[in-house]
């Protein structure tokens, strides 16, 4: 993790509120496992799937699934896809397995372009203590490690795993359920972001950031 902008390429401009803000701009994007290609395994991109509700025992459609999971040790630590910025860390352990949740999450944001940022989110992981809303990272830099299995900070979860997803406009209908900290992007990232778009896809792609700007241009 770093605070400095080191050899990232940033552009100063007033957006938001007004005042200037630093937008890093990635020029990669990468798995979040270093030496370990990220495939999914489990609650799959697309899918739609039933979670345990307040009441034990019943079972309810959350929703659509809008990220993926990747089974992984306790312990691995979990990177930055790209370079960017913390937009939000935080927990949301949940209360047992009978309310489950994200654990620790981190969420950065990464601009395509000096008009098109994207979101990526990370969670049920053991947070990098280091780590702050509004740090600058590189691609590569730890976020935090995932977290054991029916923990706080799995989320009480049964499988150790990480979650990660390209993160949809706060306006999406999907937001509210999928998102902690609602209002987290404030003024960092004014427009329209990707949505239904997948992690294993865009590192499938030969130029990954084409293709998301290309999903984005789509959407407008």
């Known amino acids: 993790m770093v605070r400095t902008v080191g050899s990232c390429l940033l552009v100063l401009c007033a957006i938001g509120t007004g005042t200037a803000q630093e937008k890093v ?36 459609e959350w929703g659509v699934h809008l990220g993926e999971d990747m089974t992984l040790d306790p312990g691995t ?48 992981l053991e947070l990098n203590p280091k780590l702050s809303r509004g740090d600058q990272v590189k691609q590569g830099d730890e976020l935090g490690k995932v977290a054991p299995k029916e923990s706080a900070a799995n989320g009480w979860w049964e499988i150790p795993h990480a979650h990660v997803q390209i993160n949809l406009d706060p306006a999406d209908k999907f937001r509210p359920k ?8 404030g003024g960092e990232a004014p427009f329209r972001l990707i949505d239904h778009i997948a992690l294993s896809e865009v590192l499938a792609a030969k130029d990954p950031i084409r293709l998301m700007i290309a999903e984005e241009k789509k959407r407008r």
């Open 25 to 60: 701009i990635a020029k990669s994007f990468v798995s979040p496992v270093q030496g370990k290609a990220w495939k999914p395994d489990t609650y799959l991109f697309g899918r739609a799937y039933s979670y345990p509700t307040e009441k034990k025992g019943v079972l309810k």
């Open 178 to 185: 999928n998102m902690p900290g609602r209002g987290y992007a």
């Open 77 to 124: 630590p979990v990177c930055a896809v790209a370079d960017g910025k913390v937009a939000y860390i935080g927990m949301h352990p949940g209360k047992s397995k009978d309310v489950r949740n994200w654990g620790g999450v981190v969420v950065l944001g990464h601009w395509l372009s000096d008009k098109t940022a994207v979101y990526t989110l990370c969670g049920h």
